[in-house]
């Protein structure tokens, strides 16, 4: 039986999410005092990490790894971008290396499970860097390839898997592994998990754990369901937490287009045109609608690829390592398989379709100025999303600016009666285009509110454009060279950095 225990009572904000228990600003200081070699880690964990060129702890690594080299259980609220990964990866490897020891045959010492493919793919990856002055074994085990491969890597028994929930279970279930003597479990993303449906997986998993093993959950929100799991499966947890969801990042500049719908596509190519544009990512609210862009793309001369769940797992890699190499500098991406795109120098996130849900539009602008550099985040809002804006706007509690369409034919009609959103027509669950949250407004209702002082037809003047955003205005229509030259371009790795910006 798992040891049930309740987690600290929740203090609830306004916004129904755990307060965080220090302002940011204030760890900050304090992490400019830490070093790594003052976190505890094992010595041929600190040599992975200088070889990785990190000079600094991220504030949630440096709140989390002297908690967890103590063996205790942890909470951390936290997004991608903080420096999670190695805040858990870290620990649970420096405690290998202190316990040396062959795993037993189809059983893994740690195990950590993740929402997506390609985010597990990208925690392996981690692990095998931090892991690279050790002797370690790291599987994967995720769904969409052939079964064979993981049950023989299964059947020597692993140090490290990293697993999705569906694929572990089958293997699970075919007795390919047994959790019996796994010593640390992490649930990571647990509320990308929930809202991919699955938390009874979880669960299942938990329950074939042994009752002694130290337990990490993450996850960017904590809504009542992941504190229940967290209750039910975390013996007296420490609670970590680091930039509310409710925050994107400050050195993200964001603006939004308030566009016609079939404006959509020309706006996008003269927005990925622009000088300024190194590498951009662009999110979609269908596969289809993925396809379609990419096809749009190709015929203006830029060359995207696309990566969504209809997609096979080698195609999901194929696109993911064209666009890290920057052989594809754009990557149109649906929200569930942008899960773990964890990659250098996305100069724009460009939302071509507003998310439902308003967190989602945070981790998606997250996927820019991540490790301490900028960006700029660009939003299409037509005129069935603009209630979408609106909640966006409740939860990063600011107003974004709004930009100028390149061509007035482009410009939204603010006049206009609000359409319902394209969410509202289907009935599927969270976080895979979910029904109409509370305070969008009903089909037909007048929208009467105007952004820039003039809700005519037009472009309007947006109050104060971001800096980064503004210049593209110019340089639309100037379709730059490289990026017509099939979108062959390149960009060297950026060095690692990171300056700790809440
Ligand atoms: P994550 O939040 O785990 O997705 O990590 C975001 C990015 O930060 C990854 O590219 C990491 O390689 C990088 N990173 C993690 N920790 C550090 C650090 N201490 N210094 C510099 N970069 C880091």
Redesign the pocket.
């Known amino acids: 039986m798992p040891i049930k225990h309740r987690l600290p009572k929740e203090n609830k904000s306004l916004t129904g999410r755990a307060v965080f228990r220090r302002p940011p600003c204030a760890r900050i200081e304090s992490i400019e005092l830490t070093q790594f070699t003052d976190l505890g880690l094992a010595e041929p964990i600190l040599r992975a990490i200088k070889a ?7 504030p949630i ?1 440096a709140e989390a790894i002297p908690t967890l080299l103590t063996g205790r259980d942890l909470v951390g609220i ?9 805040a858990f990866v870290l620990p649970l490897l420096s405690r290998l290396a202190a316990n040396p020891g062959r795993p037993e045959k189809k059983s893994a010492r740690i195990l950590i499970l993740a929402p997506t493919r390609e985010l597990a793919a990208q925690i392996a990856e ?1 692990v095998r860097v931090y892991g690279s002055q050790m002797k370690l074994t790291t599987t994967t085990v995720v769904g969409g390839v052939k079964p064979g491969g993981q049950v023989r890597a299964l059947a020597r028994g692993v140090d490290v898997l990293v697993a999705t929930p569906g694929r572990l279970l089958d293997h699970m279930d075919t007795g390919a592994v047994t959790l019996r003597t796994t010593e640390a479990v992490v649930l990571d993303e647990a509320d990308q998990m929930m809202d991919m449906g699955f938390l009874p997986a979880i669960r299942k998993v938990m329950k074939a754990l042994p009752t002694r093993r130290q337990t990490l959950l993450f996850s960017a929100t904590m809504p009542k369901e992941i504190r229940a799991l967290a209750s039910d499966f975390l013996h007296e947890p420490a609670e970590v937490s680091v930039t509310p969801v409710s925050k994107p990042a400050e050195r993200i500049d964001q603006a939004v287009y308030f566009v016609k719908g079939d404006s959509k596509p020309r706006l996008l190519a003269e927005v990925l045109s622009g000088d300024d544009m190194d590498r951009a990512i662009v999110f979609t609210r269908t596969k289809h609608g993925a396809d379609k862009v990419v096809r749009y793309l190709a015929n203006e001369g830029l060359y995207a690829e696309a990566i969504h769940g209809n997609k096979s797992q080698n195609q999901r890699i194929r696109a993911l390592e064209a666009f890290k190499s920057g052989k594809a500098p754009i990557l149109v991406a649906t929200d569930i398989a942008a899960r773990g795109i ?1 990659v ?1 120098g996305v100069s724009h996130v460009v939302n071509f379709d507003m998310p439902n849900l308003p967190e989602s539009y945070v981790h998606r602008i997250g996927r820019t100025a ?3 550099r900028s960006g700029i985040a660009l939003s299409f809002v037509g005129n069935d999303e603009r209630a979408y804006l609106r909640d966006i706007e409740k939860l990063i509690k600011r107003k974004i600016d709004t930009l100028d369409t390149p061509d007035e034919s482009m410009a939204l009609d603010l006049s206009l009666p609000e359409e319902p959103g394209p969410h509202s027509k289907q009935s599927r669950g969270r976080g895979q285009g979910g029904g109409r949250r509370q305070g969008q407004q009903p089909r037909g209702q007048t929208h009467s509110r105007s952004r820039s002082g003039g809700a005519g037809k037009g472009p309007r003047k947006g109050p104060g454009k971001p800096a980064a955003a503004s210049s593209r205005g110019e340089s639309n229509g100037q379709r730059s060279a490289q990026a017509n030259a099939n979108g062959q371009k390149r960009r060297s790795k950026p060095k ?3 300056s700790p910006v809440s």
């Not at 936290?78 to 190695?86: E, F, R």
């Open positions: 990785e060129g990190y000079t600094k702890p991220t690594q936290a997004q991608t971008g903080t420096g999670k990964t190695a981690s964890d250098d991540r490790a301490g690692k950095s990171w």
